[in-house]
C-alpha cells in the first residue's frame, strides 16, 4: 500500500480500521525480523507491550509444529526472530524479552560467535569510520574506477553505505580482496577482532539463554550470498557447518534456517533442498509479508522492525496495512 494520506492514516487508527485489518489477516503468521539494539530499551517495552495487548506470540517450533501437525495456528500469531549474534542481543533485548515472557528465535553466524571473524560489512564501518584520508577511489571488479569523498561525515556514511551495496554480489574472494585494498587505501589497522559495538554474542551467553528458552537457528558459518557460492558442496558447508557447530554447543537440534540476506535471489533451490536434507523444519527470508496456513514453511517472509516503540508505522505493518 502506498504512503497513506493524513486524513485516512487518522481514521485508521482512531476509528478502528486497524482493528479490521488485524481481524482480516488473523490467520497469518506475522514473523517479525530484528537485527540491532541500544542501550535505550523503551522502546522495545512500548513495542512487546502492544504485541501482548493484541497478538499472541509463539515460538517458531511452534509454528512448525502446528504446520507439521496440519492444525489451525490461533489467531493473530506472531514470532520474534533475530539475526546475525550480536552481543547486544544478549545486553539490550534478552532482558526485555524475558520480562515479559515472549520467546524468540535467534540466528547465529557460527563463526562469527566463534570469534573467526566479524561481519564484513561491520569491517566496512569501522574503516570509514577510522581513517583520516579525504578521498577514496575503488574500481570494482566488474567496472570502471569510483571516487569518493570523505571530507565530512556525511560523506563518510554515504561512501560507506554505497561501497557495502556494491560489495554484497561480489564473489567471496573479491570481496575480501576488495575490504583488504579499501583498508590499504584507507590507511587504517584492521583489528582482528571486533571492537565491542559490533561484537558477538559469546557461547556461554547462548547457553544461558537457550536455558531460559531462547531458541538458536543457524544463519550459515560465515553469512556468503548463498546463489554466490560455486557449487552445491559450498553451500552445504555453509548450512551444515553452522547447524553442527550450534547443536555441538546447546546439545539440542538445530531446527530452523535463515538465508543470508534472505531475498529470493540471494539462495538457489539447491539451498532449499539442502536445507530439507539436513532436517530443519523452517527457513525464513527477507521476503516481506504475513505467512497464511499454506506458506512453505521453508520460503517464510518476514517483517523488518526497528526497536523504536510502537509507532503507528509498527501498529500498521503488524495489522498487515503495509509491508513497504
Known amino acids: ?81 533475530v539475526d546475525d549474534g550480536y552481543r547486544d542481543f544478549f545486553l539490550h533485548a534478552y532482558p526485555v524479552l524475558r520480562d515479559y515472557g515472549i520467546p524468540a528465535t535467534v540466528f547465529l553466524v ?16 569501522y574503516l570509514f569510520q577510522q581513517t583520516l584520508e579525504k578521498t577514496i577511489a575503488i574500481t570494482w571488479p566488474t567496472g570502471p574506477e569510483e571516487r569518493f569523498s570523505l571530507a565530512i561525515y556525511q560523506e563518510k556514511l554515504n561512501a560507506t553505505q554505497k561501497i557495502i551495496n556494491g560489495l554484497i554480489y561480489l564473489e567471496t574472494e573479491q570481496r575480501l580482496a576488495l575490504i583488504a585494498k579499501i583498508t590499504e587505501l584507507l590507511q587504517v589497522d584492521l583489528p582482528a577482532l571486533p571492537p565491542p559495538k559490533w561484537a558477538a554474542v559469546t557461547w556461554h551467553e547462548v547457553k544461558e539463554m537457550a536455558s531460559q528458552g531462547i531458541e538458536f537457528g543457524a544463519h550459515t558459518r560465515t553469512h556468503p550470498i548463498l ?81 523504536n516503540g510502537a509507532t503507528p508505522y509498527f501498529r500498521e505493518l503488524l495489522a498487515g496495512v503495509r509491508f513497504e
Open 1 to 81: 500500500m502506498r504512503m497513506l494520506k493524513p486524513l485516512a492514516k487518522t481514521l485508521l487508527h482512531s476509528g478502528g480500521a486497524l482493528h479490521g485489518f488485524r481481524f482480516r489477516n488473523r490467520k497469518a503468521v506475522r514473523i517479525l525480523m530484528y537485527h540491532r539494539f541500544s542501550t535505550e530499551t523503551n522502546g522495545l517495552r512500548e513495542q512487546f507491550e502492544y504485541i501482548l495487548r493484541y497478538y499472541q506470540p509463539v515460538s517458531l517450533t511452534t509454528i512448525s509444529t502446528y504446520i507439521a501437525e496440519q492444525k489451525p495456528l490461533p489467531d493473530n500469531t506472531l514470532v520474534i526472530t
Open 110 to 125: 557460527s563463526d562469527f560467535v566463534d570469534q573467526k571473524l566479524w561481519l564484513w560489512w561491520n569491517q566496512v564501518e
Open 227 to 307: 546463489s554466490r557460492l560455486p557449487d552445491r558442496r559450498s553451500i552445504k558447508g555453509e548450512v551444515e557447518g553452522s547447524k553442527l557447530r550450534i547443536e555441538e554447543e546447546l546439545h539440542q537440534p538445530v531446527l530452523h534456517f535463515c538465508y543470508p540476506n534472505g531475498s529470493l535471489k540471494d539462495f538457489t533451490e539447491d539451498a532449499v533442498d539442502i536445507v530439507k536434507e539436513l532436517g530443519f523444519h523452517t527457513a525464513v527470508t527477507t521476503e516481506r509479508g504475513m505467512n497464511l496456513p499454506e506458506a512453505d514453511p521453508f520460503l517464510l517472509r518476514r517483517i523488518g522492525v526497528e526497536p
